[in-house]
C-alpha cells in the first residue's frame, strides 16, 4: 500500500491525506445537514438547490461576488493559519476587518492620496488598512508577550473593542459620519473618491472581480513559501511544537509571537480595505458582515494548509452568495448558512477526534 501510495502524483497524494479528507467529509455532512433544516422548514429541496446554485453560478455578477467574498475569507484564513503555525490562535479578525477599513476610509477621504500619481490613491489606502490590522495584532501579541495573556480571549475581545470603534467612527461628524443635512442623514461615510476605487480586472461592471484576486493570489504564495521553504517558517513551526526548547536553540520566543500575530492582523486590515475600496465605497456600521469570523472558520477547515484556507474561503463565498439568493427566492433564512458553518466545525471537530483516536 505504502509503494501505491508513494506512485502517485503529489497532488493527488496532498488531496488524499486524512486531514483533507476528514475536512471535506465534515462539509459534505454539514451541507446534509443543512439541506436536512431546510426541507424541515417547509421548502422543497429541489427548489432551495436551485435558488441555491442560481446565487452562486447563475449569472457572471453571482460568481464575481462570490469570489469577491472569498477573497475577504481567504485573506483572514490565510493569516490564521500563519499564525497557527506558532500554535497561536487569531479569532480577531472581525476587529481586524473593522480597522482596516476605518483606516482606509479616513485615508481615502481625508489623506489626500485622491490626487497622488499612479496607483498611488489604491496603494495608500491599502496599507493603512493592513497597518492598522497589524497594529490590532500586535496588541494582542503584546499582551501575551509580557502578561501571558491568551490570544484567543485578546483578539476575541480586541474585536468587540473595534467594533464599537467603528460604530463611534460613523456615528460622531466630528469623525468619519458624512455631513448631517438633516434627520435622515445615515450614519455612514461620505462615499470614497473614484480614483480609490479598485479597478475591476474585467473593466465591466456586470462581472464586478476586482484586482484583490491577483493580490490575494499572491499573498497566499508568499506565506506558503514563508512557512514550507524558509528558515523563519522552521523557526515558527518550532515555538509552536516546544517554545522552551525553541529559545534554548536560540529562537526567539517574543519576536515569533509578535511576528505571527501581526501578520494575520495585517492580512485581516487588508481583508478590510478590499471591502471597502473594492465593493462596498462607504463605511457604515456593521460593514464587515460577520466576513472575519467566516474566515476564522476558512482557517479552521484549512487544517493548517494554505491551499486548504483558499478552498475553504471559496466555499463559504459561495455559500454566502447561495443563502442570500435562498433567502431572496425561496424565503429560507440566510442565518441558516451560519448554521451549516456551526455544522462544519462541530463535525470536523468530532471528525479530527476520531482521527487521532485511530492513530493512538
Known sequence: MSEMAADRPPVLREMLRPSILVSVAAVLAAAALGL???????????????????????????????????????????????????????????????????????????????????GLPLLVPLIAA????????????????????????????????????????????????????????????????????????????????????PVTIVVAIVVAVVLTKTVFGVHLRAVGFNPTAASRAGISYSRMVMTSLATAGALGGLAGGFMLLGEQYVLKDGFSSGYGFDGLVAGLLARGSVVGAIAAALLFGFLRSGGINMEMVVGVPTALVMVIQGLIVITLAGASYFLKGQRA
Open 36 to 118: 436536512a433544516l431546510i426541507i424541515a422548514i417547509g421548502v422543497p429541496a429541489t427548489d432551495a438547490i436551485a435558488a441555491f446554485i442560481d446565487g452562486t453560478f447563475g449569472s457572471p455578477y453571482a460568481i464575481a461576488a462570490s469570489i469577491n467574498r472569498s477573497i475577504i475569507f481567504a485573506l483572514v484564513g490565510v493569516g490564521f493559519v500563519f499564525a497557527n503555525r506558532a500554535n497561536l490562535v487569531n479569532v480577531g479578525g472581525e476587529g481586524q476587518i473593522a480597522m482596516g477599513g476605518v483606516a482606509a476610509t479616513a485615508v481615502a477621504l481625508y489623506g489626500g492620496v485622491e490626487a497622488l500619481p499612479a
Open 130 to 213: 493592513a497597518i492598522a490590522g497589524m497594529v490590532w495584532g500586535s496588541i494582542a501579541a503584546a499582551l501575551k508577550i509580557k502578561a501571558g495573556t491568551n490570544e484567543v480571549i485578546s483578539t476575541l475581545l480586541l474585536s468587540f473593542i473595534a467594533v464599537w470603534l467603528l460604530y463611534w467612527c460613523v456615528q460622531s461628524p466630528n469623525l468619519l459620519r458624512r455631513p448631517m443635512t438633516n434627520s435622515a442623514t445615515l450614519p455612514e461615510s461620505l462615499e470614497i473618491p473614484d480614483p480609490t476605487k479598485l479597478p475591476l480586472l474585467t473593466g465591466d461592471y456586470s462581472f464586478p472581480l476586482h484586482i484583490g484576486l
